[in-house]
């Protein structure tokens, strides 16, 4: 009877372990259940003046819904149930690539948080360019170009140095012959990168050093510097603020005096966030950029980040690529755009191109 006894008592406090460890299962499983999902995540993308509508589903566990954007609060939901919409504003955001955060509490006081990314795309489509070359000039093939600017007739270049031997230089440039008649060479560990020219002063971006170096642009002399963060690709000026590159699809304008950040725009077409922005050139209240490693040049709107003109660049690619090349380096992407005003032509060339080509842009044939 005892042995009976003894065993309905075993068999009792198994059951009531065995629910407690239910319990426990299920708290510990309601715990981790987010509270909301996103239905259509990886397809956030819309054009400017759309919104984009992202797909929300509430659990009734959730108590307080939050979506950020950086560090400020776009919106805050409370006792929300069931499926709902949120609209993202595109004419407030701009062009770009954006970073969602969506952080939900549940009624126990967790906390579960997702991040989705929204792409503003252009409102409206680009046109095709191809180029026309006009004449083919000498450019030193040593030469491993990162900044390419005209002042009136004289041709300005700086240089970069990938295998880091002092080759960083800046100099005024014949270009009908590809001599250097004024040159300075920066020391190493210096990685010189975009360049431009705005009252007699001449900026050269450095890649990895967070350095602008600033020349008298007559006699090339260094007369000062400014730091900055991040990396520096390409620079040009639309003769208010200097504008920069550093491979992202984001343009930062800079006050000349103190290098401060202006404002920022994003970069797109009307089908995707356009990156890897490189060398660049003002040219008639539009920004032209060399997009890295493709043998394109885009021509950019600058109030909004807005693709106008994609220029193929694929024949002068093709005949560097095809020529035999007898110097020692070889030559790699195509990356210098100039405008000279006196002739309305864009003169390209590339990092070690033995050619500098004055090219004109025509409508590409359907
Ligand atoms: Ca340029």
Not at 235 to 254: A, Q, V, W
Not at 349 to 363: A, D, I, M, N, R
């Amino acid at each position: 009877m005892q042995g009976i006894k003894l065993a309905v008592r075993y068999i009792f406090c198994f059951f009531l372990l065995f629910i407690s460890s239910c319990n426990n299962e299920e708290q510990k499983q309601e715990e981790q259940q987010f509270p909301f999902t996103i239905s259509n995540e990886g397809e956030l993308q819309g054009k400017l003046g759309q919104e984009i509508p992202v797909k929300l589903q509430v659990n009734d566990k959730l108590k307080v819904l939050v979506a950020i954007q950086l560090d400020d609060t776009l919106k805050i939901w409370k006792n929300v149930k069931g499926s709902f919409i949120y609209n993202f504003n595109t004419v407030k955001s701009g062009i770009g690539k954006y970073d969602i955060k969506f952080i939900g509490e549940t009624e126990k006081g967790k906390s579960f948080d997702q991040t989705v990314t929204l792409d503003v795309l252009s409102d409206l489509p680009f046109n095709v360019y191809e180029t026309t070359v006009r004449t083919s000039f000498s450019h030193l093939p040593t030469s491993f170009t990162q900044g390419l600017e005209f002042d009136g007739d004289q041709l300005y270049e700086g240089t970069g140095d990938p295998s880091y031997t002092g080759a960083t230089y800046v100099a005024k440039v014949d270009f009908k012959t590809g001599s250097q008649s004024t040159k300075v060479s920066v020391p190493i560990p210096n990685f010189g990168e975009g360049i431009t020219i705005m009252d007699d002063k001449l900026y050269q971006l450095t890649w990895q050093q967070q350095i602008c170096f600033v020349y008298d642009k007559n006699t090339l002399k260094k007369i000062g510097e400014f730091k900055y963060e991040g990396e520096g690709w390409g620079l040009c000026n639309d003769g208010e603020y200097l504008i920069m590159s550093n491979g992202s699809s984001t343009l930062t304008f800079r006050n000349p005096i103190t290098f401060e950040v202006v404002k920022t725009i994003q970069v797109a077409t009307d089908k995707s966030i356009v990156s890897n922005l490189n060398e660049l050139e003002f040219v008639n209240g539009l920004i032209y950029a060399n997009v890295w490693q493709e043998d394109i040049l885009v021509s950019i709107e600058p109030s909004t980040g807005r693709v106008k003109d994609l220029i193929n660049c694929f024949n002068i690619v093709n005949q560097i690529r095809s020529a035999t090349n007898a110097s020692s380096t070889r030559p790699e992407v195509l990356n210098g755009i100039a405008y000279k005003k006196s002739t309305k032509t864009f003169f390209l060339t590339g990092k070690y191109w033995p050619t500098l080509f004055e090219v004109t842009f025509s409508p590409k044939n359907t």
